[in-house]
């Protein structure tokens, strides 16, 4: 998720016990392969190379297909191509989810990429530009074709954007449609709903939002699935919200660019801050900062203000997250 999945909510997220893949920020292609500035930033690889998968966004074909070569050197899960944007200044440019709009165009990108890396190849996508699922069923099958090995399907139009409910259900008709894996991605509210999904017509779940509200969520998700099996890192009883969004800005500043903490911080906390019950009030606050010192020093006198709010059960009954 730009300006939000990167390495430093990676780390947060490992504290508690790892998910099984992460997805990089979307990575824009030109900017890669011309070396822009920040690049080393977005491809840091940590810290679990293995379990990265990289998402490439642009479109244009021949600085997709330079910038997979360039990934296909790294260690990784695999490589991602975002054809579900949907933001306006990416859409505009051809990117995202307009590449939904042309099969043929699509189509011709994967042959041309699946050349340049032997990494798993995958597209995360929408429902595509209006609600028809007979489309979207033609239009992966084409990319199956030609090579793609997995499509995490977030079951929305463009249109969409967050608008009414994701169809869950087309992520287990896509599926039955499909020969390769298919991930949904949508509104999961908590663990048990991401435990839930996992088990129903789908290969995989993708969590977006919520694992910037509740990094821990994955750990609850192990350990709901696996009540009593093979012995896993202890679930704290307690989150101290405190210490989690302070580790946060630790790790901002160790693995991200001054240039970006301001905005990261900013992202990172307009979900974060939906733990507290006078949340707008601290967005805005901690909006206001420059300095990562000062959001911190926000934030503990909040959960001084309010030391009933510091801490939460994690306690895996029904409703809890
Ligand atoms: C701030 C923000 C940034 C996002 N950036 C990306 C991105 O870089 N690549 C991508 O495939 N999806 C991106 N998304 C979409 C999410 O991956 C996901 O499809 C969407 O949020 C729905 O899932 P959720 O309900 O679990 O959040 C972004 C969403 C948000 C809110």
Known sequence: MAALSHRALRELIEMFGACDEYFTEMISAGALISGGPFEAWYTDPGPCPKRLVYQLVGSDP??????????????????????????????????????????????????????????????????????????????????????????????????????????????????????????????????????????????????????????????????????????????????????????FLELLARYQPQEFHKSRARRFFSYFCDNFTWASYLKTRLARETELSAMAALLSAYCRDHPEERTRCLSLSPGLS
């Open 62 to 247: 021949e600085h997709l297909a330079a910038a997979v070569s360039l990934l296909d050197t790294h260690e990784c899960a695999g490589i991602d191509l975002n054809m579900g944007c949907s933001a306006p200044a990416i859409m505009r440019t051809g990117a995202g989810v307009r590449w939904m709009a042309s099969p043929d165009r699509a189509g011709a990108l994967m042959k041309l990429v699946r050349k340049r890396t032997k990494r798993r190849l995958s597209v995360k996508l929408r429902i595509g530009m209006e609600d028809d699922f007979d489309y979207l069923v033609a239009f992966c099958k084409r990319l199956e074709s030609e090579g793609v090995e997995r499509i995490t399907l977030h079951p929305r139009t463009a249109r969409e954007k967050f608008k009414r409910r994701p169809r869950w259900e087309y992520v287990g008709l896509l599926r039955a449609a499909l020969h390769i894996p298919v991930a949904g991605n949508g509104d999961i509210a908590d663990a048990r709903e991401l435990v839930r999904r996992a088990a129903q017509g789908c290969d995989a779940v993708m969590v977006g939002r919520l694992a910037l509200r509740a990094p821990w969520v994955f750990a609850q998700a192990r350990h709901l699935e696996n009540p009593e099996g093979e012995p896993l890192p202890r679930l704290p009883e307690r989150i101290d919200l405190e210490a989690v969004g302070l580790r």
